[in-house]
Structure formats: C-alpha cells, structure tokens
C-alpha cells in the first residue's frame, strides 16, 4: 500500500516550544518527526507517500523533496481551505485511485507493525481497517468498542466519562478501501472521527479495529512532545533512521546584544535545575542547554554554577535595561522556587 500523511498542522499549542515550525517538524530526538513516520513506512515496505500541507507547507517541501534522500517518492497536496482529516484525504484521490491505502498522521510518533494491519484489512476487507491502542485516559481521543472479532460496533469522538465503554482509542492510523471515501463530499469539510466513521456504520458498512502492540504518542502538548522525545532516549519508541544527510538545521536566532547576569545561591542546584525544569516545561522552556525561554522581550537562560551551590541566570534583550530587569524579574522567580523547594528542616 502507498501511504497519505497528514501533516498541515500548525501546532498552535506547541508554539512555545517550536516557533513557527509546522507541527510535523518538530524535532524529535535530533530530526523532524515527520523524517521519522517517513523511515517508519519505509522499515514497513511502504515506498510511495503523498502528504497533505497546509500551514507554511514549504518548509515541509523544501526539507523532503521528492523524499529520494529518504528512501521515498513523495507528493504534496496543499490545502487553500482546511477539509477536515477525510476532506484532506478526498482531495488525495487522484494519488490513491482504486487502491487500498494507509492514512498517517503526522502530528504522532508511533512505531506500529504496519505490516499486520495491512494484511489484517487484506483478509476482513472492512471499509477502514483502524489501528487501536489502549488508553488510561482515552477523553481527548476518539473511543471504539469492538467485537470480540474486531468488528466496530461504536465509536465516540472525545468522551466524557460518562461515555467511555473503552480503553482502546483511534490512533490516526488506518488501511483504508477507496470504496468508503465515496461518502466523503467533495470539498467540503469532513473528518475521518466525527463524520464518516459514524456515516459508514450508519450505512451498514464493515469497520474493523486491530489493537497493536509498541509506542504512539500525538505530540499536541509540550508535555507530550517533551516526554516523546524521553522515551525516545530510553528506548521505549523504536527509532530506525538511516543514515543520509539532511539539510543543515536552522540557525538559532542572533543574539539581542545586551546581556546581564544574576547568580542565585540555592542549598542543591541539581534538585534546584529540575523543580524549575518542571515549573518552565509547560511555558515551552528548551532543555538542550540548561533551561532556555526565548520570548518578544528577550531570551533567558537557567544553569548551575559550575563552580559552587547556585544557578546562573543570564538574559539577553534589546538594551542593557531591558537585560537588566528580565534577569532580575528571572532570578526573583528562581529564589521562589528554591525557597519552596528547600527540605524542611530535621
């Protein structure tokens, strides 16, 4: 099967953390996590992928290509309107034509055996055949109860508690029959969750679950997209890349030209760098370097002292004023944290 990727995301609640960075290029352990779905297919025979593009979607096309130096031969389909998840998807129908084909988000790292899904829509030849995977706290996705056979019997989009009857969600990930985007209008939006899996069980029409083993993980928060890249490092997400050689990455953004510095004396700078590691992660702090804030007003930097119990906190903005009262505004946010943090005495 050739794949459609989806991958128009903005990433508004990434923004912190990325810029301006389309979602699917938010790095993930060194390269964009659309480089990793991209080796990802490759590792399950998939060679031929179009993706759908939305926002800045020449950033996307000028790193990839023509995927050649990936393995791959890629297309594109921008969208000059947002069609929802099965719009985008019809509008593609000139590259899936009267084939069986995988849809792919990519806003989620995920290491799933495409193979055993594809054979599993292969042998049932359900309308859409969805990869399942079980969730603690499955609200902010789509719920699916199936048969003991694995035939859907229902689906409901983002739950309260109330109606969750499942553990399993809907990953995003599905081998799809063209036969059931006949019921997906044409342009006009519609999405795969809230609109055409509901309309084909309403027509009688076959879906078929397959829960699977391995990682996925949608990256929509900071915190998701911080612990992805963790369990990337520990090994948890099954990472397989190639090697090539990709475009040099962006340059970081130049210095404002003024700086100050406050150092704050803390009783355990290590414990002190992770409650403040874990106070700034959701403001989109990077980890790469101590901890880095970058904003309209300037740029901060937290690290230890190398040299005694205290943490360094350095600023950089647009005049040495400016410097001045951000590392101080900074450091008072620091003392704080140590202070709430300091054990309490024995």
């Not at 995920?110 to 359900?126: G, I, K, N, S, Y």
Request: charged share 25%; aromatic share 8%.
């Amino acid at each position: 099967m050739n794949a459609i990727i989806m991958a128009g995301g903005e990433g508004t609640r990434l923004k912190r953390v990325t810029g301006d960075l389309p979602k699917p290029m938010a790095p993930l352990v060194g390269k964009p996590l659309l480089e990793h779905i991209l080796f990802w297919l490759r590792r399950n025979g998939v060679r031929e992928a179009c993706i759908t593009l939305r926002y800045r979607p020449e950033v996307i096309r000028d790193y990839f290509g023509d995927g050649s130096r990936f393995g791959m031969r890629l297309c594109y389909h921008v969208e000059d309107a947002p069609l929802g998840t099965a719009g985008g998807v019809k509008a593609c129908a000139a590259f899936y034509g009267r084939r069986d084909f995988l849809v792919l988000s990519g806003d989620a790292a995920c290491d799933f055996d495409l193979r055993a899904l594809m054979e599993a829509h292969r042998r049932h030849r359900p309308a859409v055949t969805m990869a399942l995977y079980p969730h603690a706290a499955p609200l902010q996705y789509g719920t699916v109860l199936t048969q003991r056979d694995g035939q859907i019997v229902s689906f409901i989009e983002k739950p309260d508690w109330g109606r969750v009857v499942s553990d399993l969600v809907n990953t995003g990930v599905y081998a799809v029959s063209p036969e059931a985007m006949a019921l997906v209008p044409e342009g006009r939006p519609c999405d795969f969750g809230k609109d055409l899996f509901p309309a084909l069980l309403a027509a009688g029409q076959s879906l078929f679950g397959l829960p699977l083993d391995g990682y996925w993980c949608d990256i929509g928060t900071p915190r998701a997209y911080y612990q992805c890249n963790l369990d990337a490092l520990d090994g948890k997400l099954r990472l397989d890349v190639p090697a090539c050689d990709p475009p040099a990455a962006p340059q970081q953004a130049e210095a404002r030209g003024h700086g100050a510095q406050v150092e704050c004396v803390c009783h355990s700078r290590a414990r002190l760098m992770r409650e403040l590691s874990q106070t700034l992660m959701e403001a989109g702090a990077d980890f790469s370097d101590g901890v880095s804030l970058h904003g309209t007003d300037g740029a901060i930097r937290i690290a230890p002292s190398p040299e005694r119990e205290a943490v360094e906190i350095s600023a950089d903005a647009d005049t040495p004023e400016a410097a001045d009262a951000l590392a101080h505004d900074y450091a008072a946010l620091v003392r704080r944290v140590a202070e709430l943090s300091q054990p309490a005495p024995e």
